[in-house]
């Protein structure tokens, strides 16, 4: 059998990454919230008010005029429209980062 002797001297680390820079969990989970809002946001803005304009369009043809569901139809359609227009914008853009609010 061999004896293996430690230098008592030698010193011995192990780090958990691979790169020489730690990157912490937070800006990491900002950055990914960040690209979240700029990329979905717009998309989920234009699809949102294409689809609307198009229920309304829609909705006041000849022969749907009149009817109870053209009416509920349009009333949210409208409505949705202008969450996207106020709330969902503003959110856009504070989530990308693009506007910040400070509430004191």
């Known amino acids: 059998m061999d004896n293996h002797t430690v230098d ?3 010193t011995c680390s192990i780090t ?3 790169s020489g820079s730690a990157v ?3 800006v990491a989970v900002d950055d990914v919230t960040r690209l979240l809002w700029t990329v979905c946001g717009p998309t989920l803005l234009v ?3 294409v689809g609307n304009v198009l229920i ?3 909705v006041i043809q000849r022969s749907m005029r009149g009817t109870s569901t ?3 139809l349009s009333a949210m359609a409208v409505v949705d429209l202008l969450v996207l227009a ?3 914008t503003f959110n856009w853009l504070e989530g990308a980062g693009y506007v910040t609010v400070k509430v004191s």
């Open 47 to 49: 699809v949102g008010v």
């Open 56 to 58: 309304l369009v829609t």
């Open 86 to 88: 106020t709330g969902f």
């Open 16 to 18: 958990n990454s691979t």
């Open 8 to 10: 008592p001297m030698t």
């Open 24 to 26: 912490k969990p937070e």
């Open 70 to 72: 053209c009416v509920y």
